[in-house]
Nanobody, 132 residues
Framework: QLQLVESGGGLVQPGGSLRLSCAAS????????VGWFRQAPGKEREGVSC????????NCVDSVKGRFAISRDNAKNTVYLQMNSLKPEDTAVYYC?????????????????????????WGQGTQVTVSS
């Protein structure tokens, strides 16, 4: 059974950076697509970035393009979300999720980001607060 644990969240000032980690155990991540989602108070969960099993990636929310980058290190069984130039509106609980699937393309990753039901495994979330 795959288990995911997020870390790296915290309080940061606007303009600052954080790197979130999603560490997997119980199985290897190399056959999974992984997504980062976030949920702010009173808002629906939204897909932020997704990465395929082979390492193709895309940001799925216009507001994070050019600021966030998802990456994976299969040797460490970990997926990362580098977040730069953080804004108060990035404040949310961030979750990583995994779906066993191969062959995702740039286009299919966008569809995957909008389908949280496609993910079988979820972490417990890590809080990111952007505030001065």
């Amino acid at each position: 059974q795959l288990q995911l644990v997020e870390s790296g969240g915290g309080l940061v000032q606007p303009g600052g950076s954080l790197r979130l980690s999603c560490a997997a155990s119980g199985s290897t991540l190399d056959r999974y697509a992984v997504g980062w989602f976030r949920q702010a108070p009173g808002k629906e969960r939204e897909g932020v970035s997704c990465i395929s099993s082979s390492g193709d990636s895309r940001n799925c929310v216009d507001s994070v393009k050019g600021r966030f980058a998802i990456s994976r290190d299969n040797a460490k069984n970990t997926v990362y979300l580098q977040m730069n130039s953080l804004k108060p509106e990035d404040t949310a609980v961030y979750y990583c999720a995994a779906a066993m699937r191969l062959g995702d393309t740039f286009s299919s990753l966008l569809r995957l980001c909008t389908a949280p039901g496609a993910f079988d495994y979820w972490g417990q979330g890590t809080q990111v607060t952007v505030s001065s």
